[in-house]
């Protein structure tokens, strides 16, 4: 089945900065990448997803990133606000399999 | 549209015993899947049930187990609870067949096994 690897495990910056997580997948046929972050005590929300035809994708301060030949894709968040702390998991999916999840990247932003 | 309904929100029990945890997931929506969650162990996959039919299944021993019904409701099961079940169950539904739907969670229900 489909193995998610993701890094780093924590992550702390400054306000202001940006932040970059990177996740890898083992099964070169998936082709849906979606990113959730969850906030303590809360279930995880979807940011932003990504399907296997498409490079790259941005949704304000959010941008995924995917390579498929070296089967690896990436969180951008930029301008990093205290809100934006939180566990970010990455996941990936093949057709009608199930969707697999990164151990997951605890994002703390100092004000 | 109302959100992923998991009931109940918190449960104790003590080992040996059984539970049962319930999801309804978004209007129209088909596909039921199981996770748990530890701290430190991210989301672990349980299963996955479509139209009523177990599609997917994770590697979970056999104590675990789930139905879903006409209605696309589920359930989850775990029998002879162990100390190591202690976690957060969540349900996402989504709403198609097909990879390219995401999944939508519940807020999950805490078993703490004593």
């Known amino acids: 089945g489909e193995n998610v690897e993701q890094h780093p495990s924590t992550l702390s910056v400054q306000e202001g900065d940006s932040a970059v997580i990177k996740c890898t997948y083992s099964?070169?046929?998936?082709?849906?990448f979606p990113w959730y972050k969850q906030e303590l005590g809360k279930r995880p929300q979807l940011i932003i997803d990504?399907?296997?035809?498409?490079g790259e994708k941005k949704d304000q301060r959010i941008a995924v990133t995917l390579n498929k030949t070296a089967k690896h894709f990436s969180l951008h968040i930029t301008e990093t606000q205290p809100e934006d702390s939180a566990v970010y998991f990455c996941?990936?999916?093949?057709?009608?399999?199930?969707?697999?999840f990164g151990a997951g990247t605890r994002l703390t932003v100092k004000p | 549209k109302a959100g992923v309904t998991q009931t109940p929100r918190y449960l104790i029990k003590t080992r040996g015993q059984q539970v049962t945890l319930s999801c309804s997931p978004i209007?129209?929506?088909?596909?039921v899947s199981w996770y748990q969650q530890t701290p430190g162990q991210g989301l672990q996959f349980l299963f996955e049930?479509?139209?009523?039919?177990?599609?997917n299944k994770g590697n979970f021993p056999g104590r675990f187990s789930g139905r879903q019904f006409s209605n696309s409701r589920s359930e989850m099961n775990v029998s002879t609870l162990e100390l190591g079940d202690s976690a957060l169950y969540l349900c996402?539904?989504?709403?198609?067949?097909?990879?390219?739907?995401?999944?939508?969670f519940g807020n999950g229900t805490r078993l703490t096994v004593t």
């Open positions: 996402a539904s989504s709403g198609s067949a097909g990879s390219v739907s995401p999944l939508h």
């Open positions: 099964d070169s046929a998936s082709n849906y």
């Open positions: 990504i399907r296997s035809n498409v």
């Open positions: 996941a990936a999916r093949y057709n009608n399999n199930d969707m697999r």
């Open positions: 209007s129209g929506h088909r596909s």
């Open positions: 049930y479509f139209s009523e039919t177990q599609r």
